[in-house]
């Protein structure tokens, strides 16, 4: 199939990758392990081995009722806790060939809404913030952008770094949540040759 390159002759890629159909299920289940891997689990309490405090016997052995080692029991205010939660992973196993199967579905998709833009180069000689607005302008895009270069620039970077929902990533970075969060995604030729390469 071809795509359509802004300003050059259309770029040839593989049906597989840009044309195949949309598994929505398959794509909701890679987007939701990719956020679950990004939390961390912060719930935490102290077990009764872990509270700080002296573990001297308080008191006698006989004599004084019920018998007790020492105030860090969970039986005590100010005690430990008798089964402490720890924080905990949220990560969900994903295979390799799914993950690739989910972001092919995805681009796909993007392609068939014609919200995947292709250029034939994303450079600026300079960090401007006008420059790239007036890139964008030209484009004719809107809302969250997503902008996939091959080898970002550090000046393609700070151009877009003020400009609100506009976001610069290499092709190594790419992922599920920004490709799905993106209203459209700006591609280089480079970069989408890359992508292929990845995803075939």
């Known amino acids: 199939m071809e795509l359509n390159v802004i300003g050059a002759k259309s770029l040839t890629v593989s049906d597989e990758v840009f044309g195949g159909e949309y598994k929505k299920a398959l794509v909701h289940q890679v987007v ?24 001297k016997k308080f008191k006698k052995q006989k004599g004084g009722g019920a018998r007790h080692g020492d105030y860090r029991a969970p039986i005590f205010v100010g005690g430990g806790v008798t089964f402490a939660a720890k924080p905990r992973s949220f990560e969900q196993k994903v295979n390799r060939k799914a993950y690739r199967v989910a972001i092919r579905s995805i681009v796909a998709e993007l392609h068939r809404q014609d919200r995947l833009k292709v250029v034939s180069e994303l450079s600026l000689e300079k960090a401007s913030t ?6 964008l302008a030209e484009l004719e895009v809107k809302g969250r952008v997503l902008l996939v270069s091959e080898d970002a620039t550090e000046a393609l970077y ?3 770094r003020n400009i609100p929902y506009i976001h610069v990533v290499d092709v190594l970075a790419l992922n599920p949540v920004s490709l799905v969060g993106s209203d459209f995604v700006i591609m280089t030729v480079d970069a989408v040759k890359k992508v292929e390469e990845w995803l075939a």
């Open 32 to 55: 939701t392990a990719y956020q679950a891997a990004g939390r961390a689990g912060t719930k935490a309490q102290l077990s009764r081995g872990e509270m700080s405090g002296t573990t």
């Open 130 to 135: 006008k420059a790239m607005i007036a890139k």
């Open 158 to 160: 700070l151009s877009a």
